[in-house]
């Protein structure tokens, strides 16, 4: 029943190496997202893919590469981890071309780098 | 380009009390306007919405007005409950048909106290 699922929840790593977050949709959208929390709880866009095809690409580095096989998945792949890159990460959905655009949230992957 | 501004918090409220938490945007055209909720150890879920200047959002007692005039969107509620402690996202998605983008404002900590 879950409409938006992140795996892992919690992940804890070292500085450099290359992990992965994936996130699935099985709400019929066709925009997903991906969002950084920090610290201070402030949250900003980094990508969004609407219909498998990327339309934000909010000056992230080029360590994080978002992934999206489908519709109802978007994957975010970071290398070369670094200390500023611990936060939480949201994965959200919604159909784009409505007015409203609401937006559904997962429940967030907590990233810690040591 | 878009921005929000919300309250700084963190706000500190007894039960029963009344609660405000203001929010203004700048933003080009006619956009949509948003609270969303994240309850501790959780992802964000929308409270209330508004697309049109004077409509009312509304939801599990809480209301905000879209005044175009102020360009405001304040979230309000009569009598708040410690299960109201979360905090609080005011956001805006642009009207028209690049309708993908959802910018917050930095979020207000709410806190009630029995």
């Known amino acids: 029943d879950t409409a938006v699922s992140q795996t892992p929840k919690y992940l804890v790593t070292q500085m450099g190496n290359d992990k992965s977050i994936k996130c699935e949709q099985n709400l019929g959208h066709d925009t997903m997202y991906w969002y950084k929390q920090d610290s201070k709880k402030f949250l900003k866009i980094m990508f969004s893919?609407?219909?498998?095809?990327?339309?934000i690409n909010e000056t992230v580095p080029n360590r994080f590469s978002p992934k999206s096989p489908d519709k109802a998945h978007l994957n975010l792949h970071i290398n070369s981890l670094e200390l500023g890159d611990s936060a939480v990460y949201f994965c959200?959905?919604?159909?784009?071309?409505?007015?409203?655009?609401?937006?559904?949230f997962g429940p967030g992957t907590r990233l810690t780098v040591l | 380009g878009d921005s929000v501004t919300q309250m700084e918090g963190p706000v500190t409220l007894s039960e029963e009390a009344f609660l405000t938490i203001n929010c203004t945007y700048t933003?080009?055209?006619?956009?949509?306007l948003f609270w969303y909720v994240q309850y501790p150890g959780e992802g964000l879920q929308l409270l209330l919405k508004a697309t049109k200047a004077d409509d009312k959002g509304s939801n599990k007692g809480f209301e905000a007005t879209y005044r175009k005039e102020t360009t405001s969107f304040h979230l309000e509620k009569g009598s708040v409950q410690v299960s109201d402690s979360a905090v609080y996202f005011c956001?805006?998605?642009?009207?028209?048909?690049?309708?993908?983008?959802?910018?917050f404002g930095k979020g207000t900590l709410l806190t009630v106290n029995p």
């Open positions: 959200a959905s919604s159909h784009a071309r409505t007015r409203d655009n609401e937006q559904f």
């Open positions: 956001a805006l998605t642009p009207g028209g048909g690049s309708n993908y983008k959802l910018t």
């Open positions: 893919y609407n219909n498998k095809e990327l339309i």
């Open positions: 933003a080009t055209g006619y956009p949509s």
